[in-house]
């Protein structure tokens, strides 16, 4: 059964009839769709050929006033004793049925998840049609695993998949997963927009070696944003031959071969950097002094993530080349103590976000240099700091401009900790996942903070359903994480 067409394609069999829509079974067992409008006995309805079509009493031309005065029935056309009318001239107004209204649809289809939108782009062409417009997919990055990107045929050989639907949503970037240097050349070959309209790319858990980035790089012009993550197969000297100074932000996580030099060749070759997220556990301090003067001012955004060998020195090394960063992260850092956050809050002032989350060493004291010189820090992240207290809470409730704190796992705040962030009316996220001695009387008191609108209460002991009862009574706008 053919679905509902344009441009002369044969319609279906089940006709628009009283705004109900009959959508023939998908083949992949998606079942049958229907839009309905008006009242539900139309939805129980069986299709059937529709009637006649006759114009809306509005466009109906009036009858003439002799007409009436010789005493015509106007809603029959049968003369009372006076001359009949002459028939309307001219074919009724038409209007496209409800569901391939495209101005319908462009508003509808804004509802619809990206998962359901795809499932929606099979159902007829018009629809397609709508989908298929980039203003509806901006923001998403389709994910490609590498046997998705070929089809056998029937003699055995494989075919490279067609990309031109990607291509017509006008994505700018896209995830490969585990991928060759060879399928890598394929996606450049065979999609349309690789050369110059793909702006970032993510490559995970690849084989891509050295060569094979720097081809990736050399033909695609336009990729300004990289993600390598749990490619093991390139080295240093890769980077040193295939990174570009166009290239704003990068993320290596997972890649056994990148140690100090790897962060040479960035500092060297990335000028313009604007964001870097490194994940490697042989970085050590004498590579964060490689950043040069001019990263001092395009770097805004530090993630360094699980870098074990990474100590207050270079915790040094970063606010004295990094001077302009809004972002960092020291997650995972375990030989930072709260001399190094010290460093970073009397030296990175303009930061709206740090991360200390896993940082063993990190007591009570890094909060107070925190809340004394950070004025502007929007988000903090102390998930797993086992130091942290009540006390440090107490630091924190001076802090004005927070608007995210995470305790993760804070295993030693209880609830005198949390009167004290009953004063900051500026917080909108508060995750006190798995705090292990909260009560529901300490939780409770919460709800004196009304703006609040994220809670997250995961794994938390206190956390009862009356609680949550109670939560959604006096936090109706708070969304109430279990």
Known sequence: MSSPGVNGDPKPPCLPRNGLVKLPGQPNGLGAASITKGTPAAKNRPCQPPP????????????PRAALAG??????????????????????????????????????????????????AQVCKAWRRVLYQPKFWAGLTPVLHAKELYTVLPGGEKEFVN????????????????????????????????????????LKRSTITDAGLEVMLEQMQGVVRL??????????AGLWSSLSARITSLSVSD?????DDA??????????????SLQAYHVTDTALAYFTARQGHSTHTLRLLSCWEITNHGVVNVVHSLPNLTALSLSGC????????????????????????????????????????????????LDRCVRITDTGLSYLSTMSSLRSLYLRWCCQVQDFGLKHLLAMRSLRLLSLAGCPLLTATGLSGLVQLQDLEEL??????????????YFSQHLPRCLVVE
């Open 71 to 120: 005493g015509l029935c106007p809603q029959a056309g049968l003369p009372l004793g006076g001359p009949a009318l002459a028939p309307v001239s001219g074919p009724p107004a038409e209007r496209p049925p409800l569901a391939t209204d495209e101005k319908i649809l462009n508003g509808l289809f804004w509802y619809f998840s990206a998962c359901e939108k795809c499932v929606l």
């Open 456 to 469: 997250e209460l995961t794994n938390c002991p206190g956390a009862t359903p009356e609680l949550f009862k």
């Open 227 to 236: 993600e390598l993550s749990g490619c093991n197969d390139f080295t240093e």
């Open 334 to 381: 375990s030989k930072v103590t709260d001399d190094g956050v010290e460093l970073v809050a009397e030296n990175l002032r303009k930061l709206r976000s740090l991360d200390l989350s896993w940082c063993p060493r990190i007591t009570d004291m890094a909060l107070e240099y925190v809340a004394c010189d950070l004025h502007r820090l929007e988000e903090l992240v």
């Open 255 to 259: 890649c056994i071969n990148v140690a």
């Open 52 to 63: 006649p079509t006759l114009p809306p009493p509005s466009l109906a031309a009036p009858p």
């Open 163 to 202: 990309l031109q639907g990607f291509a017509a949503r006008g994505f700018e970037g896209f995830c490969l997963v585990g991928v060759s240097d060879l399928d890598i050349c394929e996606f450049i070959d065979n999609y349309a927009l690789s050369k110059k309209g793909v702006k970032a790319m993510s």
């Open 263 to 276: 962060i040479a060749a960035i500092s060297q070759l990335l000028p313009n950097l604007a964001e870097l």
